[in-house]
């Protein structure tokens, strides 16, 4: 059974760091994109990152360029979330799922027809990262 949960949410102060932690089963990450995704309450469900599984090719949102890093562990069958210099604004319900469509990711259509999480399956429970002082 194709599963990925998430790990590594927690309470942090502004300025820190967490890692998040996307442990996949059998073998997604070599078949399928995976991207992170937030969602704050009462708000949709939006992509931050992406790394592609035909060469590693990475992708980050403007809001998160620069502060959040995604890799991959192919021993540990594992994709990473590393979040630095986080902000209130960061505080959200992060998730990771693959994208059924593509071994390669792109950069979201802005009318959300590709690259959206409509394209996304196997999702994880999600972890919760909350930013506050």
């Known amino acids: 059974q194709v599963q990925l949960v998430e790990s590594g949410g927690g309470l942090v102060q502004p300025g820190g760091s967490l890692r998040l932690s996307c442990a996949a089963s059998?073998?997604?990450?070599?078949?399928?994109?995976i991207g992170w995704f937030q969602q704050a309450p009462g708000k949709e469900r939006e992509g931050v990152s992406c790394?592609?599984?035909?060469?590693?090719?990475?992708y980050y949102s403007d809001s998160v360029k620069g502060r959040f890093t995604i890799s991959r562990d192919k021993a540990k069958n594992t994709v990473y979330l590393q979040i630095n210099s986080l902000k209130p604004e960061d505080t959200a319900v992060y998730y990771c799922?693959?994208?059924?469509?593509?071994?390669?990711?792109?950069?979201?259509?802005?009318?959300?027809?590709?690259?959206?999480?409509?394209?996304?399956?196997?999702w994880g429970q999600g972890t919760q990262v909350t930013v506050s002082a």
């Open positions: 790394i592609s599984a035909s060469d590693s090719s990475t």
């Open positions: 059998g073998s997604i990450l070599d078949d399928y994109a």
């Open positions: 799922a693959a994208n059924l469509m593509r071994r390669r990711c792109i950069i979201p259509s802005p009318d959300g027809r590709s690259g959206g999480a409509h394209e996304y399956a196997y």
